[in-house]
């Protein structure tokens, strides 16, 4: 070969390799901009698919909801239910057991554990009272002392539940041992009064140690007087300042009328829709169009929901 043809081979390879090189350098920054913007739309929907599934559950005419704002809101949300199988004594009552040779659920544990022995789980159990109506019915609260098995209480009840059978005999039954702050338990509970299990939690809009903003989740502490630290659930979001929120509530009574963020107990209880917004960003700025020196920017998208609550009356 001529050193003249090597040269021309060695042009002819170099513009084949910078337009390969074009092409692969455009895929990756279009697969870099799909990734976050796949990202960013999967935080939405997480946000969009949690806060739902304990929202839809409140009982806001039961005081459910505890406090209510543009970006955050603080309620009881349901870490167990069950019915009473056995007064025990004033502080003891028995509970039906998990697994019923029946297949019928009587007790159940949100996500399957057990809650935590503390007494920052409120247990309410419903007082029928002395009228057949349900205006004086109520639901009297108690704390969770403690929660043990006890296979030999709430044994005999087939009158009661006749899915409680022969063979459910020697399965544990959850004994709850209950502080009531306000009083006695009402002489009026009865076996089968329905009873809920649930833990003050909070969501809320807030800004991490990395300076992002993120939907977060807490609980509260009752030894220490308040929540305790917002730890991330999804996001990140658009920051408090901008503005619209990254994450945003409102509130609705049933005849659509809007319930205004701080209300008080009364206006709370009137509650009966939620609507979300979600609003975020990618993590830095994208060229979805994959062109080469063309426009970059961060990439916004939004997701709304609204929550009918089942239990407003």
Request: glycine share 10%; aromatic share 8%.
């Amino acid at each position: 070969m001529t050193l003249v043809e090597i040269m021309v081979a060695l042009v002819l390879l170099g513009v084949i390799g910078g337009a390969i090189m074009r092409v692969i350098l455009r895929q990756q920054q279009f697969y870099n901009g799909a990734s976050q913007i796949m990202t960013t739309r999967g935080q939405l929907r997480q946000a969009a698919s949690v806060l739902p599934v304990d929202l839809r559950n409140l009982s806001s005419v039961g005081g459910d909801i505890l406090e209510v704002t543009d970006s955050s809101i603080q309620f009881r949300v349901n870490v167990g239910t069950s019915v009473v199988c056995q007064i025990v004594d004033a502080t003891h009552i028995a509970l039906p057991p998990l697994e019923l040779a029946s297949k019928v659920v009587l007790t159940s544990w949100v996500g399957g554990a057990e809650p935590e022995k503390d007494e920052n789980v409120n247990v309410f159990v419903f007082n029928d009272s002395t009228s057949l109506g349900t205006e004086d019915d109520t639901w009297q609260q108690f704390r969770l002392k403690d929660l043990t098995p006890d296979a030999s209480k709430c044994v005999g009840v087939a009158q009661f539940f006749p899915t409680i059978s022969i063979a459910d005999i020697g399965k544990p039954r959850p004994v709850l041992e209950i502080i009531d702050p306000l009083g006695p338990m009402s002489s009026n509970i009865k076996v089968g009064a329905p009873v809920r299990l649930t833990r003050r939690v909070q969501y809320a809009l807030f800004q991490a140690g990395d300076g992002r903003w993120y939907l977060g989740y807490a609980e509260y502490d009752r030894g220490l007087g308040k929540f305790k630290q917002l730890e991330p659930v999804s996001g990140p979001f658009d920051p408090r300042s901008s503005g619209a929120l990254g994450l945003s509530f409102r509130y609705y009574r049933v005849d659509g009328t809007e319930v205004a963020a701080g209300a008080d107990d009364a206006a709370r209880a009137s509650i009966a829709r939620i609507d979300l917004v979600v609003r975020g960003r990618t993590a830095g700025q994208v060229d979805i169009d994959g062109v080469q020196n063309g426009v970059r920017q961060e990439y916004r998208d939004s997701l709304a929901v609204s929550v009918m609550l089942r239990n407003r009356t």
